[in-house]
């Protein structure tokens, strides 16, 4: 399946909407997953990775790429939200090969 836009969140209103109006909140070491109820009959994913927390391009696009995957598998079970992905601390080259996967894998695991 591709990831296409009706299942991102896109604009600054729909990441606006989930900041304001969050009902649950999914909390790992590194990430922190925020989501809120949408009129759509599927969820969708916004992602706010500062450069402040992942310093390099590389780096950020592979976590991008990392959390978009793992939407993807568990698309078909995941509730009706919009969904935010936030970095909450600093990582590291190492830190995204070894335990943000995993950490990405748990936290969807958990929404379900």
Request: glycine share 2%; proline share 4%; net charge positive.
């Amino acid at each position: 399946m591709k990831f296409s836009p009706s299942v991102k969140l896109r604009c600054r209103n729909d990441f606006d909407t989930v900041f304001q109006n969050q009902t649950r909140r999914w909390i790992s070491t590194s990430l922190m997953i925020i989501g809120c109820e949408n009129i759509q009959s599927h969820p969708r994913l916004g992602m706010v990775i500062a450069k402040k927390r992942v310093k390099r391009a590389v780096d950020r696009n592979r976590l991008k790429r990392m959390l978009r995957q793992n939407f993807q598998e568990k698309f078909t079970h995941l509730p009706a939200y919009d969904f935010v992905v936030l970095v909450r601390r600093p990582l590291t080259k190492d830190q995204l090969s070894q335990e943000i996967d995993t950490e990405v894998s748990s936290l969807f695991r958990r929404i379900i």
